[in-house]
């Protein structure tokens, strides 16, 4: 072969072209990029400062795009104004704006201009954060974020990383962008800590994976065969996913009843172990929720706790809408009882102000994460594998997130945080109050987080739904239906990080009217066409 010295002859006869040596130049230069950069922030504040005034569903119907682009990529660049232009007709028009103040589905997803900063620096820098050798500030920084978000919402000392004294000091370190080299040495030290997954869905599968490995250490293979988890019937359906990914053979969906509020009463977990430990079975997972889906229903974490300690079975809180509020000391009561869980988690992305994906789960001990899901070859050994981040997760490599909710928390600030929150409550409280008000509906459960769930009295199913669509066919708000002990139930969930009272207002104006003329007989069932939206899976991640 040719030395770095051969001529250009030697190069071809070597079988490598010399213009295939030639410097690369790329088509999008720092410097184009640079003023297509200030172009794209406007375009970015001029949507944020329009999402009021769109229609939150878009009027588009499956498969609409393919016939509107090419067959192929193209083969060569294309101008930034034609690209712009596709953007603005052909994508744009299928967007459901999550950002609209107007969006009462599901639970928000929110974000703001402090995380879209940080976006776009954790793009430029674009480190694969697998390990602290990879990306060592990605993972001082998430191990930092952590504890504050933990002490922030009142968490239990043992999922912290740090001992309380040591760290205030890595928080304010932390804040004077001193180093935090200390920081994986004092995680080594507690057994307990956060991580930042994906979403609150990844986080009940790791923590089903964590489980799995303590009941099954010691155990023979065949063990495997006769785990059990439990979980309620109104649990998220990332429950099942992941009793699925686990290949469990004995999953227990408990019923949860209207007496408890669709909470999970703890006699009911008991009986349902010793049921099985009667069967020579091993129970060893149990998911609790705080803020369901469908109805925000608390189950009981303190006493469901003791329940499973009493059987060593891991016991994991998804609180993915609702953890958010445990940053207000006065709605702390939800939350009592976490001195007695496992593991827990909520996502940040939904209510927060951080742009999705950052999933927030600590656990009290994180021994048995590792051993399910550590591998370390030769080519990942390094300094600062004892707090590598790939141990606690499925995926090897992962995003700088952290520096998303660095951003947000300095940038707002605990007490602008809290307000926002206490603002949705708030925000909630008031539609519900106007709910119960009207004689024409009611509330089947006590609202929370911001949730409300109604629906017409003595109106069968079907008109329930042809109410829902009716409002969502005015193209102003969008909401979407549940089931309660067989019931479809309307849900109007609050926590848009741009609503305020007037579009509350708007919203429950349009129900009533649509209200008014469904009673009266003035809505027929084709009215509602365009609202297949509201037939969307009523779970998200």
């Known amino acids: 072969m040719g030395s770095l010295g051969s001529s250009e002859e030697d190069?071809?006869?070597?079988?490598?072209?010399?213009?295939?040596?030639?410097?690369?130049?790329?088509?999008?230069?720092?410097?184009?990029f640079r003023k297509l950069g200030y172009e794209v922030v406007d375009m970015i504040c001029e949507y944020m400062s329009s999402a009021k005034q769109r229609h939150v569903m878009p009027d588009v119907q499956p498969g609409f795009l393919r016939p509107q682009?090419?067959?192929?990529?193209?083969?060569?660049?294309?101008?930034?104004?034609?690209?712009?232009?596709?953007f603005y007709d052909k994508i744009m028009r299928g967007v459901l704006h999550w950002q609209s103040p107007h969006f009462f589905?599901?639970?928000?997803?929110?974000?703001?201009?402090?995380?879209?900063?940080?976006?776009?620096?954790?793009?430029?820098?674009?480190?694969?954060?697998?390990?602290?050798?990879?990306?060592?500030?990605?993972?001082?920084?998430?191990?930092?974020?952590?504890?504050?978000?933990?002490?922030?919402?009142?968490?239990?000392?043992?999922?912290?990383?740090?001992?309380?004294?040591?760290?205030?000091?890595?928080?304010?370190?932390?804040?004077?962008?001193?180093?935090?080299?200390?920081?994986?040495?004092?995680?080594?030290?507690?057994?307990?800590?956060?991580?930042?997954?994906?979403?609150?869905?990844?986080?009940?599968?790791?923590?089903?994976?964590a489980g799995r490995a303590r009941a099954l250490d010691g155990q023979p293979p065949e063990a495997a065969l006769k785990l059990v988890a439990y979980g309620s019937d109104q649990a998220h359906m990332c429950f099942n996913k992941a009793a699925m990914v686990c290949g469990l053979q004995h999953t227990r969906l408990l019923k949860?009843?209207?007496?408890?509020?669709?909470?999970?009463?703890?006699?009911?977990?008991?009986?349902?172990?010793?049921?099985?430990?009667?069967?020579?079975?091993?129970?060893?997972?149990?998911?609790?929720?705080?803020?369901?889906?469908?109805?925000?229903?608390?189950?009981?974490?303190?006493?469901?706790?003791?329940?499973?300690?009493?059987?060593?079975?891991?016991?994991?809180?998804?609180?993915?809408?609702?953890?958010?509020?445990s940053i207000l000391p006065e709605?702390?009561?939800?939350?009592?009882?976490?001195?007695?869980?496992?593991?827990?988690?909520?996502?940040?992305?939904?209510?927060?102000?951080?742009?999705?994906?950052?999933a927030a789960m600590w656990l009290a001990d994180t021994t048995w994460l590792k051993e399910a899901l550590s591998m370390t070859p030769i080519y990942l050994r390094f300094t600062g594998n004892v707090h590598d981040y790939k141990d606690w997760q499925i995926p090897l490599g992962r995003r700088f997130r952290s520096l998303k909710l660095w951003f947000v928390m300095r940038m707002y600030g605990a007490e602008k945080l809290q307000d926002m929150v206490r603002h949705h409550i708030?925000?909630?409280?008031?539609?519900?109050?106007?709910?119960?008000?009207?004689?024409?509906?009611?509330?089947?459960v006590p609202p929370r987080f911001g949730l409300t769930c109604f629906r017409l009295k003595d109106a069968d199913n079907a008109t329930n739904r042809q109410l829902m669509e009716a409002v969502n066919a005015q193209g102003v708000i969008f909401i979407i239906p549940t089931e309660l002990s067989g019931q479809l139930t309307i849900r109007f969930a609050v926590g848009n990080?741009?609503?305020?009272?007037?579009?509350?207002?708007?919203?429950?104006?349009?129900i009533k009217e649509q209200a008014d003329k469904l009673l009266a007989g003035s809505i027929s069932s084709s009215s509602s066409e365009g609202a297949a939206g509201a037939e969307q899976q009523q779970q998200q991640e």
């Open 11 to 32: 190069l071809v006869a070597d079988g490598v072209a010399a213009d295939a040596l030639a410097d690369y130049e790329h088509p999008v230069s720092v410097e184009k």
């Open 69 to 86: 682009l090419p067959a192929s990529a193209p083969q060569q660049p294309e101008p930034w104004q034609d690209i712009k232009k596709d």
């Open 105 to 209: 589905a599901w639970f928000g997803g929110n974000t703001s201009g402090p995380s879209i900063l940080a976006e776009m620096l954790i793009a430029s820098l674009n480190m694969i954060g697998f390990s602290w050798q990879s990306s060592p500030i990605s993972t001082e920084l998430e191990m930092v974020m952590m504890d504050w978000l933990g002490k922030l919402c009142g968490l239990p000392d043992k999922f912290i990383t740090a001992a309380s004294s040591s760290a205030d000091q890595t928080t304010s370190d932390a804040a004077n962008g001193s180093s935090s080299n200390g920081t994986a040495a004092a995680a080594a030290a507690k057994p307990g800590g956060g991580v930042i997954q994906g979403t609150s869905s990844e986080a009940v599968l790791v923590a089903m994976l």
């Open 256 to 325: 949860a009843s209207a007496e408890h509020d669709y909470a999970l009463d703890p006699k009911t977990l008991q009986e349902a172990i010793a049921a099985d430990l009667a069967q020579g079975l091993i129970p060893f997972y149990a998911c609790a929720t705080i803020g369901t889906t469908s109805s925000c229903a608390v189950d009981p974490v303190g006493e469901l706790g003791r329940v499973c300690q009493q059987h060593g079975v891991w016991l994991h809180v998804d609180a993915a809408w609702a953890g958010s509020a």
């Open 331 to 358: 709605q702390r009561h939800w939350f009592s009882g976490l001195e007695h869980v496992d593991s827990l988690s909520f996502s940040v992305h939904k209510w927060l102000l951080v742009n999705f994906d950052c």
């Open 426 to 444: 708030a925000l909630g409280q008031w539609f519900a109050q106007q709910v119960e008000a009207d004689g024409r509906f009611e509330i089947p």
């Open 497 to 510: 990080a741009n609503t305020q009272l007037e579009h509350v207002q708007r919203g429950w104006t349009i």
